[in-house]
């Protein structure tokens, strides 16, 4: 009899904090949202003290870390989960783009060519955009314009998709389909404040000789983007630009 109050018991532990577990994963969702990052790292933590086994939390951490640029820590939460869920089709696509950014582009592509084969999954353009990138890496770039493209067909506003489906056209030295993709690319990123599509617009219109609209393009970067990646590169490419005037 006192036996079976304990299990009882401790089975009402256990719904208890994974309740507790499962309000603090919804708080550190929000920070995340809010790209409050530590805040976030923090709840998540406590989430995880309280719910091991749960790999949506192992999940969310992973992507709260890659978002904290600690791939190393990414990745052991991405394969925790899978290890919790072998079917947890979004981890395993995480753990794809983790790999790629460690360029381990065989591994990748294998775990994302999963991903695909899972007809459920309902997001199946992050996994093309994912293939895309360990394509563009590689510099196979005739097979990441394909492969964005088959993004765009799934989601057709996607920034990523579109800004590296017009670098893949660049590459190929495609410029005048290039400009068109990329200049389409910078409607869909600019709420983003995601400013490379506007750098590598400008850049075609040079390679294209079009000056004007290379200028014009180079200055919105340094006007629209006051924090971005490329806004040291856009005044560096005016000068060029001017002094050869």
């Not at 695909?116 to 990441?144: C, V, W």
């Not at 017009?166 to 990329?182: I, M, N, Q, T």
Request: with cysteine.
């Amino acid at each position: 009899m006192l036996s079976i109050f304990v299990i009882v018991a401790c089975a009402g532990m256990r719904e208890k904090n994974e309740e507790k577990a499962g309000l603090y994963l919804k708080i550190g969702a929000s920070h995340f949202e809010n790209g409050n990052y530590p805040a976030a790292l923090s709840a998540l933590l406590q989430a995880e003290q309280l719910d091991k086994n749960n790999p949506v939390i192992q999940n969310t951490l992973g992507i709260t870390f890659f978002a904290r640029q600690r791939v190393d820590l990414a990745e052991k939460h991405f394969r925790q989960a899978l290890s919790l869920d072998s079917k947890y089709t979004e981890a395993r696509n995480n753990l794809s783009r983790v790999l790629i950014q460690q360029g381990k582009h065989v591994e990748a592509e294998k775990e994302v060519r999963i991903v695909l084969d899972d007809l459920t999954y309902t997001s199946s353009e992050k996994a093309y955009i994912n293939l895309g990138l360990s394509q563009f890496n590689r510099k196979l770039y005739t097979d990441s314009k394909e492969t964005f493209f088959r993004a765009i067909k799934v989601a057709r506003d996607n920034c990523i998709a579109n800004t590296y489906y017009g670098r893949s056209v660049f590459e190929l030295k495609d410029y005048e389909r290039a400009s068109a993709a990329l200049d389409n690319a910078i409607g869909f990123c600019q709420k983003a404040l995601f400013d490379e599509p506007h750098y590598f617009s400008a850049l075609t219109y040079y390679r294209l000789g079009q000056k004007e609209k290379s200028i014009a393009r180079f200055e919105e970067i340094i006007k629209l983007y006051p924090e971005g990646q490329y806004r040291e590169k856009a005044k560096a490419m005016l000068a060029l630009i001017r002094k050869s005037d």
